[in-house]
């Protein structure tokens, strides 16, 4: 069964950090790219950022640029989140998704594949 997990949520204070954790258990061919996606309540989910399979791609979204930092362990099948200087704006449930190498990088719609997903919450 092909599936993500994430892990590493919580609370934390403004300014602080948290790093997340996304355990796959999918084939090569569809996690080429690992990204990871954010939904705050009220909100439509959007693109935080992702990572390509050599580590030789890697994107942003203009909201976390310079803030958080993607990573991932090909040998260990994870990706990672590390996030700093939060904000009480990047609360938020935060979801791992695998895609394979063709379809738009910053688009929920090409990721065939979720996470549970994982509460954020940052306090002023």
């Known amino acids: 069964q092909q599936q993500l997990v994430e892990s590493g949520g919580g609370l934390v204070q403004a300014g602080g950090s948290l790093r997340l954790s996304c355990a796959a258990s999918?084939?090569?061919?569809?996690?080429?790219?690992m990204g990871w996606f954010r939904q705050a309540p009220g909100k439509e989910r959007e693109f935080v950022a992702a990572i390509s399979r050599d580590g030789g791609t890697i994107i942003y979204a203009d909201s976390v640029k310079g803030r958080f930092t993607i990573s991932r362990d090909n040998a260990m099948n994870t990706v990672y989140l590390q996030m700093n200087s939060l904000l009480p704006e990047d609360t938020a449930v935060y979801y791992c998704?695998?895609?394979?190498?063709?379809?738009?990088?910053?688009?929920?719609?090409?990721?065939?594949?979720w996470g549970q997903g994982t509460q954020v919450t940052v306090s002023a």
């Open positions: 999918i084939r090569t061919s569809s996690s080429y790219f």
């Open positions: 998704a695998a895609k394979p190498f063709f379809g738009s990088i910053g688009t929920s719609s090409a990721y065939p594949y």
